[in-house]
């Protein structure tokens, strides 16, 4: 089992990036995607899912209106736009596997279902 984060970098706010997680060892129909952040000093936050199952999708309220998720099955990548990036998006940028049940989120258990993290910077 292998998820790898991708896509990081330095933005000014206002601006947007795109994050992939590209996944091996199960698939996007048997497991779904959350992101998770975590800026130095803070705990880390859930702040989107999307289900495996059909596809639905949580967004935390930090992020709502302006993160999407999405998926590509074919190429067992999941997606986060990111738009209107502010300076409190910084942080470290994860994405691991589990079950999403309404708004909550089971996580699979295993060190190897949480990716590498890759930086997000917001800064003028």
């Known amino acids: 089992v292998q998820l790898q984060a991708s896509g990081g970098g330095l933005v000014q706010p206002g601006g947007s990036l795109r994050l992939s997680c590209t996944v091996s060892?199960?698939?996007?129909?048997?497991?779904?995607i959350g992101w998770f952040r975590q800026a130095p000093g803070t705990k880390r936050e859930r702040i989107s899912c999307?289900?495996?199952?059909?596809?639905?999708?949580y967004y935390a309220d930090s992020v709502k209106g302006r993160f999407t998720i999405s998926r590509d099955s074919a190429k067992n990548t999941v997606y986060l736009r990111m738009n209107s990036l502010k300076p409190e998006d910084t942080a470290v940028y994860y994405c691991?596997?589990?079950?999403?049940?309404?708004?909550?989120?089971?996580?699979?258990?295993?060190?190897?279902?949480w990716g590498n993290g890759t930086q997000v910077t917001v800064s003028s």
């Open positions: 060892g199960f698939t996007l129909d048997d497991k779904g």
């Open positions: 999307i289900s495996g199952t059909d596809g639905s999708t």
């Open positions: 691991t596997a589990g079950w999403l049940y309404g708004n909550s989120w089971v996580q699979a258990l295993g060190a190897g279902y």
